[in-house]
């Protein structure tokens, strides 16, 4: 992100997951009406160009990697929902989204409508959600906490957290969603432990992350690479997921399940449109607390 100016990717992101609609019935397997709301006023022109879905639907066909993008982040939100799900149905009340960027669940998801949520971002983008959504006339149920990550120390992040309202004593569930390729070695630790803070027993960790392997990354992602590179916010660390188990284990975590978004689209989708998700190298894992730091 560049200084002082809503992060790019964030809307990238949140257009995509808006677009969704825009697919046949049957493969929208999560819904965020607010998506498109948050982006770039010339991506929603275009999109919004043809005055019926089917006209819409064929713009997003012509552009290329567009679709797959789209697709890609039907199957990412859905498996992140599901995640949500289970953690509320097993009692859960308390989500803090660690970068939350354009997130809307506490809007969309019924199943919050008793939780306490909380979103942790850094102050461009955090304000311009606001007046997004101010403008939109949707209120959104969220606890919203300012955090710029290049000048405040994660080690403060779990006493301003306990400040808005998050009670450590409670389980958490933490969404890291989209975050981890960007930052340093040295910032996912630091991290990892302020969460560890925020986190005691039966508290969950849901993540995204990029996979370091042998073989050279998808085309996909390549193209994504290369689209956050000139948007100033670059990949910076992958984890080898072989390596990732005892990685989290020392900072306090238990891995408890680690998917690749690609194997995931073959549950989710049909066949000739989860092809399109090729992305081997993107991944999912959710992890339990075992160390509640303090």
């Not at 275009?46 to 713009?59: K, M, Q, S």
């Not at 019924?110 to 955090?126: G, R, W, Y």
């Not at 910076?236 to 990732?244: C, D, I, M, Y």
Request: hydrophobic content about 45%.
């Amino acid at each position: 992100m560049r200084d002082g100016t809503p992060s790019r990717t964030a809307q990238f992101v949140a257009a995509a997951r808006g677009m969704g609609r825009l697919l046949p019935e049957a493969v929208r397997i999560a819904d965020d009406p607010y998506g498109m709301a948050f982006s770039s006023s010339s991506l929603a022109r275009l999109i919004n160009r043809p005055h019926d879905a089917g006209g819409r639907a064929e713009t997003i066909a012509r552009i290329p990697g567009l679709r797959t993008w789209i697709v890609y982040m039907q199957v990412r939100t859905r498996i992140i929902d599901d995640a949500v799900r289970a953690f509320v149905a097993a009692g859960g009340r308390q989500l803090v989204l660690l970068g939350a960027g354009y997130d809307c669940r506490a809007l969309r998801m019924a199943e919050l409508a008793t939780s306490d949520v909380f979103e942790i971002d850094h102050p461009a983008t955090q304000g311009h959600k606001r007046e997004v959504l101010d403008r939109l006339g949707a209120v959104s149920p969220a606890h919203y906490l300012a955090w710029d990550f290049e000048t405040h120390p994660m080690d403060d992040l779990p006493a301003a957290l306990a400040d808005a309202g998050h009670d450590p004593k409670d389980p958490t569930l933490t969404i890291w969603e989209g975050v981890t390729m960007y930052l340093t070695e040295g910032a996912i630790d630091a991290s990892l432990r302020a969460i560890a803070t925020w986190s005691p027993p039966s508290s969950d960790l849901v993540m995204t992350y990029q996979a370091r392997t042998q073989a050279r990354p998808s085309l996909a992602t390549r193209a994504v690479e290369a689209v956050v590179q000139r948007f100033g916010e670059p990949f910076k660390f992958w984890w080898a997921p072989e390596q990732l188990p005892e990685y989290l284990e020392l900072r306090g975590f238990e891995l408890t399940s680690d998917v690749s978004v690609s194997e995931e689209s073959r549950r989710l989708m049909p066949p000739d449109f989860a092809i399109l998700v090729a992305r081997a190298d993107s991944r999912i894992a959710i992890a339990q607390c075992t160390a509640h730091l303090s």
